[in-house]
């Protein structure tokens, strides 16, 4: 047992959990991280493999491009002064058998040209969607997340209101039309095709997808050299340089609760520690139910975790490829004629993604290909625990290299390395339920709550907090710090202390 004497405890050490910890030390809080893997970072995450870094997190991060929207955010962490990133022109692109593609630039006045030449009888639809891309080059998301909605009184909404007014004609417009239904919208065939796949989910909101194209256009969503574990360590690093401790391999059994008030935790070795707050920056569904045995909840969060809000499951294949592939674009879906059955079901596309734009990631002359897909949790946790779930991971993968020696001829000799991950990778590692990569999925149901944000406290709980991708829908990165920045804006609020901010060159009031 661990006598008092921490301030706040925090449950996790991905983005969210390193974030809260780093300003709470920044505020005078003294804090202890416990993670139950050995590393930190969650989902934002890599792992090597002969020589190959496989990348599974973040595919372009806001805040990469100076004054821009959450900039100052990764300045205060210390991840951005030495970082160098990469900015894409493109998106992706969406290629059909017959060569015919659609390429996704972030410029919004190439891509209409490029749509028109594609499809000139959709001329009217595809100039207003470009309109509202270059309308939301001028939008700053932050906006919505910098002050903790819970408190904002009436004249704070009131100036965000007024600040969000201008571009609530596009929001209006397409913040609850998906890509699906936009792509319905379209005379030409391929198009139909095509557009439910550019921004990587059919049920995306178009207006989520056109912020993203206006971030690239910004040079304000680029990629980290280094990947997403490095990334994630620069944050771990700026966290103990504020005097933080981090335990590893100590995966959490129970909040301790005393009188409704949360005192503390115990992990399964039986340790306790304790704290005069707890913050959960883990697992949202096991921290209601397991970690507090689901006696602060309501209809409400039972209701979200009966299948009445959509998880994002994935199965990421990652390739370690003897073969250059600076000279493919970076990123491409292939639209099939007839589909391949994967993880049980029917797949007309498949997304291929190359990382030779970053050589950190790979040997010289070789690369890092990776296939990702979504599927069925419940597919995978059929199969696990028995002898059939690793068969069951090589057959996958299998069809899917015979699929990627029809794009790329000759690919199957030339893979080095094969690696698979599950939705049951994902839960073993993060303990993140049913394996989802980014909490809710962000669709036209969960966007209104990314403005609104979800309670980050529980009924009847005190000095107790959840912060991360499952009280903030979409799960993205900077929005995920975000939530552990206002978290300790509010703890200070609550003690009645000036919440500030320190870089790590100087210390300064933020």
Same mark, same amino acid.
């Given at each position: 047992?661990?006598?008092?004497?921490?301030? %706040?405890?925090? %449950?996790?050490?991905?983005?969210?959990?390193?974030?809260?910890?780093?300003?709470?030390?920044?505020?005078?809080?003294?804090?202890?991280?416990?993670?139950?893997?050995?590393?930190?970072?969650?989902?934002?995450?890599?792992?090597?493999?002969?020589?190959?870094?496989?990348?599974?997190?973040? @595919?372009?991060?806001?805040?990469?491009?100076? #004054?821009?929207?959450?900039?100052?955010?990764?300045?205060?962490?210390?991840?951005?002064?030495?970082?160098?990133?990469?900015?894409?022109?493109?998106?992706?692109?969406?290629?059909?058998?017959?060569?015919?593609?659609?390429?996704?630039?972030?410029?919004?006045?190439?891509?209409?040209?490029?749509?028109?030449?594609?499809?000139?009888?959709?001329?009217?639809?595809?100039?207003?969607?470009?309109?509202?891309?270059?309308?939301?080059?001028?939008?700053?998301?932050?906006?919505?997340?910098?002050?903790?909605?819970?408190?904002?009184?009436?004249?704070?909404?009131?100036?965000?209101?007024?600040?969000?007014?201008?571009?609530?004609?596009?929001?209006?417009?397409?913040?609850?039309?998906?890509?699906?239904?936009?792509?319905?919208?379209?005379?030409?065939?391929?198009?139909?095709?095509?557009?439910?796949?550019?921004?990587?989910?059919?049920?995306?909101?178009?207006?989520?997808?056109?912020?993203?194209?206006?971030?690239? @256009?910004?040079?304000?969503?680029?990629?980290?050299?280094?990947?997403?574990?490095?990334?994630?360590?620069?944050?771990?690093?700026?966290?103990?340089?504020?005097?933080?401790?981090? @335990?590893? +391999?100590?995966?959490?059994?129970? %909040?301790?609760?005393?009188?409704?008030?949360?005192?503390?935790?115990?992990?399964?070795?039986?340790?306790?520690?304790?704290?005069?707050?707890?913050?959960?920056?883990?697992?949202?569904?096991?921290?209601?139910?397991?970690?507090?045995?689901?006696?602060?909840?309501?209809?409400?969060?039972? @209701?979200?975790? +009966?299948?009445?809000?959509?998880?994002?499951?994935?199965?990421?294949?990652?390739?370690?490829? +003897?073969? #250059?592939?600076?000279?493919?674009?970076?990123?491409?879906?292939?639209?099939?004629?007839?589909?391949?059955?994967?993880?049980?079901?029917?797949?007309?596309?498949?997304?291929?993604?190359?990382?030779?734009?970053?050589?950190?990631?790979?040997?010289?002359?070789?690369?890092?290909?990776?296939?990702?897909?979504?599927?069925?949790?419940?597919?995978?946790?059929?199969?696990?625990?028995?002898?059939?779930?690793?068969?069951?991971?090589?057959?996958?993968?299998?069809?899917?290299?015979?699929?990627?020696?029809?794009?790329?001829?000759? %690919?199957?000799?030339?893979?080095?390395?094969?690696?698979?991950?599950?939705?049951?990778?994902?839960?073993?590692?993060?303990?993140?339920?049913?394996?989802?990569?980014?909490?809710?999925?962000?669709?036209?149901?969960?966007?209104?709550?990314?403005?609104?944000?979800?309670?980050?406290?529980?009924?009847?709980?005190?000095?107790?907090?959840?912060?991360?991708?499952?009280?903030?829908?979409?799960?993205?990165?900077?929005?995920?710090?975000?939530?552990?920045?206002?978290?300790?804006?509010?703890?200070?609020?609550?003690?009645?202390?000036?919440?500030?901010?320190?870089?790590?060159?100087?210390?300064?009031?933020?």
């Amino acid at each position: 047992m661990t006598e008092a004497g921490t301030d %706040i405890i925090i %449950i996790g050490a991905g983005i969210a959990g390193l974030a809260a910890g780093c300003y709470a030390q920044m505020n005078g809080y003294r804090t202890e991280i416990f993670e139950l893997h050995n590393q930190p970072g969650g989902l934002c995450t890599a792992w090597e493999r002969r020589g190959y870094t496989f990348d599974g997190c973040i @595919h372009y991060l806001f805040g990469s491009g100076p #004054d821009q929207p959450f900039y100052s955010l990764w300045q205060e962490l210390g991840v951005i002064q030495t970082r160098r990133f990469v900015h894409h022109d493109e998106l992706m692109r969406l290629t059909a058998s017959n060569g015919k593609t659609l390429i996704v630039y972030s410029d919004p006045d190439r891509l209409e040209a490029h749509l028109m030449d594609l499809s000139p009888r959709d001329r009217k639809l595809i100039h207003a969607f470009c309109v509202g891309v270059r309308a939301l080059t001028d939008f700053d998301l932050s906006l919505l997340l910098q002050q903790p909605k819970a408190l904002m009184g009436p004249m704070d909404w009131t100036r965000l209101g007024l600040k969000v007014l201008p571009f609530l004609g596009p929001m209006a417009r397409w913040g609850l039309l998906s890509a699906q239904e936009f792509a319905h919208r379209f005379q030409d065939p391929f198009l139909r095709r095509a557009i439910p796949q550019m921004f990587a989910w059919p049920s995306i909101p178009v207006m989520v997808g056109m912020s993203l194209l206006a971030s690239m @256009h910004n040079k304000n969503a680029g990629f980290p050299v280094g990947g997403s574990l490095a990334f994630a360590r620069a944050i771990e690093q700026r966290y103990r340089s504020l005097g933080g401790t981090i @335990h590893y +391999n100590a995966q959490v059994e129970r %909040i301790l609760v005393q009188r409704d008030r949360a005192i503390g935790v115990r992990l399964y070795n039986n340790d306790e520690y304790f704290a005069n707050r707890v913050i959960a920056a883990c697992d949202g569904r096991s921290t209601v139910f397991d970690l507090l045995g689901g006696k602060y909840t309501s209809p409400c969060i039972k @209701h979200r975790y +009966n299948g009445h809000l959509p998880v994002y499951s994935q199965l990421q294949i990652s390739l370690g490829v +003897n073969r #250059d592939f600076s000279h493919h674009p970076h990123w491409t879906t292939y639209l099939l004629d007839k589909p391949v059955v994967v993880a049980g079901e029917h797949r007309y596309e498949i997304g291929v993604k190359h990382y030779c734009f970053d050589p950190s990631l790979s040997p010289p002359e070789k690369s890092v290909v990776i296939i990702m897909l979504t599927t069925s949790y419940q597919y995978w946790q059929r199969l696990y625990g028995r002898s059939i779930y690793n068969a069951e991971e090589i057959q996958e993968s299998g069809i899917l290299i015979d699929q990627l020696e029809q794009f790329y001829p000759g %690919i199957k000799a030339d893979i080095e390395f094969v690696d698979v991950a599950t939705p049951l990778s994902y839960e073993r590692y993060t303990g993140n339920w049913q394996g989802s990569s980014c909490g809710w999925l962000l669709n036209k149901q969960t966007l209104p709550l990314l403005i609104t944000g979800l309670r980050k406290t529980l009924p009847g709980l005190h000095r107790f907090y959840r912060i991360g991708q499952w009280v903030e829908p979409g799960g993205s990165v900077p929005v995920v710090a975000m939530s552990g920045r206002n978290i300790i804006q509010q703890i200070c609020h609550e003690d009645r202390q000036a919440f500030q901010v320190m870089m790590p060159e100087t210390s300064r009031a933020g």
